[in-house]
């Protein structure tokens, strides 16, 4: 059996490790760079909280906090505790006192090809006058708001309508099934939902308002739906009398001027949920000031953010990056940002090239994945555009392959934009570890060091710092501004998640290694977590898809290596006494976790089987299955209750 790829996985590792290449900053970028100066990590580090304070200066405050960080009661962090703040005054108020009044806040392109640009003025308008319409149905400071749209406009406006009256959001993204939203909508206690009709995707309209109508079912707590039209034909849509409200016919009477709230800096700004180890996914809680102040300073000097910038990032609003990048971010520098409603790939494959070229776009920002998928279409869909426009690249979401930063180095940044690998997550709001790109020399593949003001390190299980060329846990040993707060009414989880493996320490649940010049390298993850293509999906909430199928008896769902998606699922089912597994079961099912959850959540590969490899205490032995599905030798089976299972499976996989 293939030995051979087991070494391979092994020597991909070490290959990674092994990368020799270091590209040092160009003069001319960091000639003309937002930080240019390498003393900012030695003074950030001996002063943490001043570094901090210095760049919630950056923010414009209704009063001033008293104390920059309050870490009296860990793992609960207050940061800039007694300071008042609007997060939508800062993002667009303060600019319209300037000239950027009449600067492209938002440059839109829907994937009809329709376009639209609203100016600061533009958006502080909409903004005030949808905050008003959520006022004017009731909706206070603190009430929950589920947001469920396509990446249009007014999703942006949505946002930072809510953050105006205070009102937390909590996007749900909209490739997310009805299930999946009635989950979120559930835990949230939301009393509110906005979605539009629809929103484009590869030519066809993804029907948003049925999902949440199924989403709606039985729930007796949401009182009004607000329903963007984006489609054709609305009297196609069905409008639920006395609970759905058509944005535009609540917009026309509204005020132009609503007061901002001023919010506490530790009032929650956001939920957002995101998988975990168990099968609920957990409402990750941000809060005001710390939140605000980590993106806009991470944005201005990660991104380098310059007045003229035209700035895009791919990623959609739905997950961490579009709330923290796409809007927050950029928004409060006073950027112009570019949004993109659809797919790379329609109407054909240089959607992407042609954006940037049409809005001469400096500053890209996309995943992995994405860029993996572009050096398969192949560089005559590049080669079409001209892409001189771009000063700086950057990437997020999974552990980039040395051969794929090469690509976008040569071919999109044409060997002289800087490229910036960030990492962070969903629960630390911000970037946390990327180069600064005018003063850190990078490497293809490693996210090199940490943030100013960031305390990143790899500790082996003993909490010791490990030596440098040896992997460990990836922790974070001070807290940052933007860190999450709690998990949303389950502060035991939050403790039991990222608190509970070293004393006063977050634990990412990734692994990583530091290389003899102490820069990182992401392996993995600890968790039982899959990242397909960037986004997070927790094996229990797959599995109990399955597991919801009349025909299923157990499932147990792991993740594989795909060329393109980084990780796809594979999943290994028994159906239950009397059912025949078929070919169609096979699709059926694939489609029933697609339904169920969405469609980022179905499984590229079903086995049937017997019965799962257990232990004798009926543990299932995952290790295995992932041998199997990798096509690798098959690891220990002595502590199996029964090894001919694995002699089954074994043969299915060699059949393909
Ligand atoms: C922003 C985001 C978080 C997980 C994280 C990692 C992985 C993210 C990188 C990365 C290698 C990167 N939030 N991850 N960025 N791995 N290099 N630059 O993705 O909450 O959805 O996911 O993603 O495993 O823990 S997330």
Not at 290 to 305: E, K, P, R
Not at 315 to 341: K, R
Request: include cysteine; glycine fraction near 8%.
């Amino acid at each position: 059996m293939s030995v051979g790829k087991e070494q391979q996985a092994e020597k991909s590792i070490e290959a990674l490790l092994e990368e020799q290449r270091l590209f040092e900053p160009f003069e001319e970028f960091r000639r003309n760079a937002n930080v240019s100066d390498e003393s900012i990590y030695e003074e950030a580090s001996e002063d943490r909280e001043g570094f901090w304070a210095k760049q919630a200066e950056r923010l414009d405050w209704f009063e001033k906090w008293d104390k920059v960080l309050d870490w009296s009661n860990p793992p609960f962090a207050k940061w800039f505790v007694g300071g008042k703040l609007n997060v939508s005054y800062n993002c667009v108020d303060r600019h319209v006192k300037t000239w950027r009044r009449n600067k492209a806040a938002i440059i839109w392109e829907g994937e009809p090809g329709d376009e639209r640009v609203l100016t600061y003025k533009d958006l502080h308008r909409e903004v005030n006058k949808f905050a008003n319409v959520l006022k004017g149905l009731g909706i206070k400071k603190g009430d929950r708001v589920t947001v469920y749209m396509p990446m249009i406009p007014e999703l942006v406006i949505a946002l930072l309508a809510c953050t105006r009256i205070g009102a937390p959001h909590s996007v749900v993204f909209g490739g997310y099934s009805a299930d999946s939203i009635r989950q979120r909508v559930e835990d949230a206690e939301s009393n509110l939902v906005i979605t539009a009709d629809g929103g484009y995707r590869r030519g066809n309209l993804l029907p948003l308002k049925n999902n949440v109508d199924k989403a709606l079912e039985g729930n007796t707590l949401v009182e009004k739906v607000i329903v963007y039209q984006r489609g054709e034909n609305p009297e196609k849509v069905h409008m639920e009398p006395g609970r759905d409200l058509w944005w535009h016919e609540l917009m026309e009477d509204a005020e132009v001027y609503c007061e901002p709230e001023p919010m506490d800096s530790e009032d929650m700004l956001f939920l957002l949920y995101t998988s975990g180890t168990t099968g609920k996914p957990k409402g990750v809680v941000h809060t005001t000031g710390g939140y605000l102040t980590s993106v806009t300073s991470t944005a201005h000097m990660i991104f380098d953010l310059k007045e003229e910038d035209v700035y895009w990032c791919t990623a959609d609003i739905g997950w961490i990056t579009g709330h923290s990048y796409m809007v927050y971010g950029p928004l409060s520098n006073g950027a112009s940002v570019v949004m993109y409603e659809g797919g790379p790939d329609y109407p054909e494959k240089d959607r992407f090239w042609e954006i940037i070229e049409k809005y001469g776009v400096t500053i890209f920002y996309t995943a992995p994945t994405a860029i993996r998928a572009f050096m398969r279409w192949g560089t005559e869909w590049t080669e079409k555009h001209d892409l001189s426009s771009l000063r700086l690249l950057g990437t997020v979401g999974e552990p980039i392959n040395p051969e794929a930063w090469m690509w976008y180095h040569k071919y999109i940044g044409n060997e002289r934009c800087p490229i910036v690998d960030t990492w962070w997550q969903t629960e630390t709001g911000s970037i946390l570890i990327s180069p600064l790109p005018g003063v850190v020399s990078t490497k293809p593949g490693s996210i090199t060091r940490a943030f100013p003001g960031i305390e990143a390190d790899v500790l082996d299980e003993h909490g010791n710092s490990v030596e440098p060329g040896q992997g460990g846990f990836l922790v974070i040993k001070s807290p940052w501004p933007s860190m999450l707060r709690t998990v949303y009414n389950d502060d035991q989880r939050f403790i039991d998640t990222y608190w509970s493996n070293y004393e006063n320490t977050y634990f990412t649940e990734d692994t990583a290694r530091k290389d003899e010049d102490g820069y990182i390298w992401i392996l993995g993850r600890t968790d039982d977590v899959i990242n397909v293509s960037g986004h997070r999906i927790g094996t229990m909430e797959v599995e109990s898809a399955f597991v919801d199928h009349p025909k299923v008896a157990e499932a147990a769902v792991i993740g594989r290596s795909h060329d393109i998606k980084g990780q796809c699922i594979v999943a290994f089912i028994t159906v239950k006494e009397g059912v025949e597994a078929t070919p169609e079961l096979n699709d059926e099912l694939r489609q029933h976790v697609a339904t169920k959850i969405g469609p980022i959540a179905r499984p590229e590969k079903v086995y049937f089987s017997s019965d799962l490899p257990k232990t004798r205490s009926g543990k299932i032995m995952r290790r295995l299955l992932g041998d199997i599905a990798e096509g690798r030798v098959v690891g220990d089976t002595t502590t199996l209750a029964d090894p001919s299972v694995i002699e089954q499976l074994v043969k299915q996989q060699q059949s393909g």
